[in-house]
């Protein structure tokens, strides 16, 4: 379930990012990937939304650290 | 073998403490006096009425404290304006300014507010050092024949140091303007980036985005040094905006 969520994430990651070399693990963090800064961030979690179809909100935001945090959240949300 | 590596460099750079090094008597008596100091100016102001604002605005945007609004309010450096501001920075006619809960135009050294006609600032509004903001102009020929105008800044905006903000201007919500800009058109929709001389889009969101920006508040709301409930009607009586 976990690395199936990962993969999903990374195609979304590619587009958003227009990287096609990006993997991600657990413990990618916004340093790993060059073009994830603060703006590319809110069009990033808008297409996850989009993807998963579920909405965060600003105080989620706060809490993510990395990607780890970001799958946990997903699953959380989907589950709920 | 990859993962090793990383391993070792990580524990290398752990950060090593400091060595000893030995402390006068007499430093270690002024760290205690401050540190009874502090503790004694957080209970006076928690717990002395008129003195709770230094409290309650402490680990605000728009906090009030001792050395500047003693400044500000005995030395009378801006003393006309209702809402704390730093000595270095200049207010011009206060009286037309709207200052929203939580922000203080002025507070950052060196910035410079007029206020001919009406200004608007609205909630929770950021403003770093050096900022300009200009409500009216003047005559396009003559510069001695002031011309009133309305600008209006949204809640939750930043504006970057060294900026400017020319009159007749409305930013919406959540515009973060980048330091050095010169902002020249409107951006009415907000919730977007912009910066250079002058000012361009740099980024816009969608609105399926506007959610994820946080609305936060204060604990005790302040517009400068009314509290927020009193504001309404204190605003009737001595401001003229």
Redesign the interface.
């Known amino acids: 379930m976990g690395k199936d969520l990962l993969e999903e994430l990374a195609i979304i990651f590619r587009e958003v990012f227009e990287d096609e070399t990006i993997t991600l693990s657990r413990n990618t963090t916004a340093t790993d990937i060059e073009q994830w800064d603060s703006l590319t961030h809110i069009e990033m979690i808008v297409a996850v939304e989009k993807h998963f179809s579920i909405r965060f909100n600003s105080m989620d935001l706060k809490k993510l650290e990395n990607v780890g945090d970001l799958t946990d959240m997903i699953q959380q949300k989907r589950g709920a | 073998m990859l993962t090793m590596e990383a391993d070792i460099k990580r524990e290398d750079a752990v950060v090593q403490p400091y060595p000893p090094v030995k402390i006068s008597l007499w430093k270690k008596i002024t760290y205690r006096r401050q540190k009874w100091g502090d503790a004694i100016w957080l209970a006076m102001t928690k717990n002395i009425p008129f003195l709770q604002i230094f409290y309650k605005t402490k680990d605000t945007e728009a906090f009030v404290n001792f050395k500047l609004w003693f400044m500000q309010k005995v030395l009378g450096f801006n003393r006309g304006a209702y809402w704390p501001m730093h000595y270095t920075s200049t207010v011009i006619e206060p009286k037309n300014v709207l200052v929203g809960i939580g922000s203080a135009p002025g507070l950052s050294p060196g910035c410079y507010i007029q206020g001919r006609g009406h200004l608007y600032i609205g909630d929770y509004v950021g403003i770093g050092p050096n900022v300009g903001i200009m409500a009216g102009t003047h005559h396009l020929h003559d510069l001695r024949i002031p011309r009133n105008g309305v600008t209006k800044i949204g809640n939750y905006c930043w504006i970057g140091m060294n900026s400017v903000i020319m009159p007749n201007i409305e930013l919406g919500d959540f515009t973060i303007v980048q330091a050095g800009s010169v902002v020249k058109n409107s951006f009415k929709e907000g919730y977007c980036?912009i910066g250079g001389n002058p000012a361009t889009l740099i980024?816009q969101?969608?609105p399926?985005?506007y959610?994820?920006?946080?609305?936060y508040k204060n604990k005790y709301e302040y517009n400068g040094f009314i509290p927020a409930h009193k504001f309404a009607a204190w605003r009737k009586e001595n401001i003229w905006v």
Request: charged share 35%.
């Open positions: 980036v980024k969101f969608p399926e985005s959610h994820l920006f946080e609305r």
